[in-house]
């Protein structure tokens, strides 16, 4: 949940309500699906892992390799409102983030789980 009490989802959906959102959306505080939220086309694939810090900022982990048709390589950080957080690097990666502990004050990222995999 975001500051604002709006609600993240993510998973293996590709349907909300009738209206494609391909495994990430938001829901606004009613429930309904928020199209505010702006992530393009999205991911390519299943995320398994995400965590909103405290900025509101989104990490986002799974079988992804492009979010909104630019590389991702399974790890992505989104701004509040859905944007690719272009401040956000990561070198390309062989590793499914299955879970994020989470953001240590420092602001480095906690992966509990990943596992190999073949690229």
Not at 38 to 44: Q, V
Request: hydrophobic share 40%.
């Amino acid at each position: 949940m975001q500051r604002s009490g709006k609600i993240i989802i993510a998973g293996q959906m590709l349907y909300l309500n009738g209206a494609e959102k391909k495994f990430l959306a938001r829901l606004t505080l009613d429930g309904k699906p928020d199209n505010t939220f702006n992530i393009g086309t999205g991911p390519n694939s299943t995320i398994s892992s995400m965590v909103i810090q405290p900025d509101d900022k989104i990490l986002l982990g799974g079988l992804f390799m492009t979010f909104h048709d630019q590389s991702a390589w399974r790890i992505l950080r989104l701004n509040s409102d859905g944007s690719t957080d272009s401040k956000f690097c990561v070198s390309p990666i062989r590793l499914r983030v299955n879970l994020f502990h989470g953001v240590q004050k420092d602001g480095k990222i906690i992966v509990e789980r990943a596992i190999s995999l073949a690229v």
